[in-house]
Structure formats: C-alpha cells, structure tokens
C-alpha cells in the first residue's frame, strides 16, 4: 500500500503546475476574455443595484422567493413568465485577485491531493505510469471538470464556456496524472 504522505512531492509538483497553466490559461491568453458579456447600459443597472444597500457578497436569484411554497404562487409564476429571469454574483468593491489567487492554489493542492488519495486506495507501490495516469488523472479531471457542467444545467453558464473548462479540466487532470505517474512510489 502507499501512504499519502509518500506522495508529497507529485502533490506539490502536480499543484504547481496546475496552478501555473490556470494562471497562463486563464489570465495570459485571451482564451476567456468573452466567457462573460457586458450589460447593455452597465451604468443604470450598478446604480439601481448600488441604491439596494444591503446587497452583499452572495448569489441572488430574481425573481427571488423567500420559501419554496413562493414558486407555486400565481405572482411568482407571473413575474418568472414576465422576465427577466436570472442569477447574480456580487462581489465585495474593490476585490484583488491576491484572495482568489490563494484560494486557487489551495483548490489545486486539494485537488492533488485528493487524486493522490485515490491512487493510494486502488494502486501499490510500482505500479506502472499508465495505471497510475489512469486512475490519477480520472479523479483530477472530475475534479476540475464536473462542477463547469452543473453551473451550465443548473445557472445558465454557456455550454461553449463550459465545455472549454471541462477540456481545460482534462488538461489539468494529465498534468496531475504525468507527475503522479512520473514519481509514484517503486
């Protein structure tokens, strides 16, 4: 059996190169800069927000309900009918990326290591690279792939954005699975 903590340097290794190709995927090259559209008249719509005061860091839905019995109103079902209908992410004012960007390395080193984890339950000690990037890389694709598709089911996200994430996914799953498979155990 191999013990997770044998596995500590494809997991630091697989995260940072996770991390570095999120980094150069997401913010070097212009593969996202339309994954999100402008509103029309952008300005009313922050002031009529900005006037809500008590809007705070949260997802909002609208038309929004207070319990699940509001959705079987003729009202609700009026509103829903009527539109628009959507869902809105607000952010704290002036948020740097310096918090979104340690969370993200924490998310890959979680990923890394939680891919390793299932290696360590089905694989043993010189198992060869293919089982390896076999098993690794499946757990890490499905950790950074699967969410993408429940936000385009369930939010509305583009499925042409989703599946450019799930295939980003899948990239970040070969990755982890390459230095996993490089620096299993013998």
């Keep these: ?13 697989s995260a940072a190169l996770v991390y570095v190709a999120a980094f150069v995927l997401n913010a070097a090259l212009p593969l996202h800069s339309k994954d999100f559209m402008k509103l029309p008249n952008e300005d009313a719509v922050s002031d009529a927000l900005r006037a809500q005061e008590v809007l705070q860091r949260g997802q909002y839905m609208f038309p929004g309900v207070e319990s699940r019995k509001e959705w079987n109103t003729p009202e609700w079902t009026e509103k829903a009918n009527r539109g628009p209908v959507g ?15 340690i969370f993200e390395a924490i998310f890959s080193l979680g990923v890394a290591t939680a891919a ?12 060869s690279y293919l089982e390896v990037f076999q098993v690794v890389g499946t757990a890490a694709f499905l950790a950074h792939s699967a969410g993408h598709i429940t936000h385009a089911i369930w939010y509305g996200f583009s499925w042409k954005v989703t599946w450019i994430r799930v295939l980003e996914g899948l990239f970040y799953g070969a990755l982890t699975a390459g230095v996993f498979g490089w620096l299993w155990p013998q």
Excluded at 1 to 13: A, D, E, G
Excluded at 116 to 127: D, K, N, R
């Design 1 to 13: 059996m191999v013990s997770i903590l044998s596995l500590w340097l494809p997991i630091l290794v």
């Design 87 to 101: 869902f809105l992410f607000i952010v704290q004012p002036g948020t740097s990326m310096t918090k979104q960007l």
């Design 116 to 127: 390793g984890y299932v290696g360590t339950a089905s694989l043993g000690p010189g198992t």
